[in-house]
Structure formats: C-alpha cells, structure tokens
C-alpha cells in the first residue's frame, strides 16, 4: 500500500505562483505523477518525474512554468507552478506508479490509468 497525502494548494491571482507537496509512504515508488482535473472535464496530465535519475515530462500545456522534484529525504514530491493562469484552475492530484517502466517512457506516464494510486487532491484557483 502507497499513502499519499498532497498539501499546498489555494487560490492565487493569474500570474502568481504555487507549491504543491505530496508526502508518499508506504512501498517503492518508481515514479510521481501530478494530474489535474477542472469542472466538467476529464483528469489530464500535468507532470511526472522518476524516483530514481529524476527524468521529467510535462504537458505541453505547463512546459516552462511548471518543474516537478522530488525530495529523498522527505520522501516528497513537489510541483511549482509559476506563472499561473486561470485556465490552470482545478483540483490537483499526485499519484503513485509502482511499476518499473524505461525511464524513457512518458508516452505511458502520461496516462491516468498508469497509476497505482491517489491522493486526495488538492483545489487551485487562480483568478483573472
């Protein structure tokens, strides 16, 4: 079993930033994802990262104004998000893959169906 527990969302005004948290427990990860999922639509990617070697790949749509890292000693997955517009409003979302993939392998990382498990989510509002 993997616990995830996410912290640090809010509301901010475009243009502002944030820092999202996920403290993970439990079994070995192999990799950290972030997802969001706004009103009335379906949950989308926003970032991975691999627990080992630190390999990245974020969505198109916050590639430059978002960076994902990760902590060993706090056993913490992080996202900063600069920049924000209001079309980033959403709940936010880490999860867990406990699957051992080519680090190479965002195509599959990208996907929801591809993780393990949730937290259990965080709201974000940026403002216009």
């Known amino acids: 079993q993997v616990q995830l527990v996410e912290s640090g969302g809010g509301l901010v005004q475009a243009g502002g930033s944030l820092r999202l948290s996920c403290a993970a427990s439990?079994?070995?990860?192999?990799?950290m994802g972030w997802f969001r999922q706004a009103p009335g639509k379906e949950r989308e990617f926003v970032a991975t990262i691999t627990w080992s070697g630190g390999y990245t790949y974020y969505a198109d749509s916050v590639k430059g104004r978002f960076t994902i890292s990760r902590d060993y000693v706090k056993n913490t997955v992080n996202l900063q998000m600069n920049s924000l517009k209001p079309e980033d409003t959403a709940v936010y979302y880490c999860?867990?893959?406990?699957?051992?993939?080519?680090?190479?392998?965002?195509?599959?990382?990208?996907?929801?169906?591809?993780?393990?498990?949730w937290g259990q989510g965080t709201q974000v509002t940026v403002s216009s």
């Open positions: 999860a867990a893959d406990t699957v051992q993939r080519h680090y190479s392998d965002y195509v599959t990382r990208s996907k929801v169906t591809s993780y393990d498990y």
């Open positions: 439990g079994r070995t990860l192999y990799a």
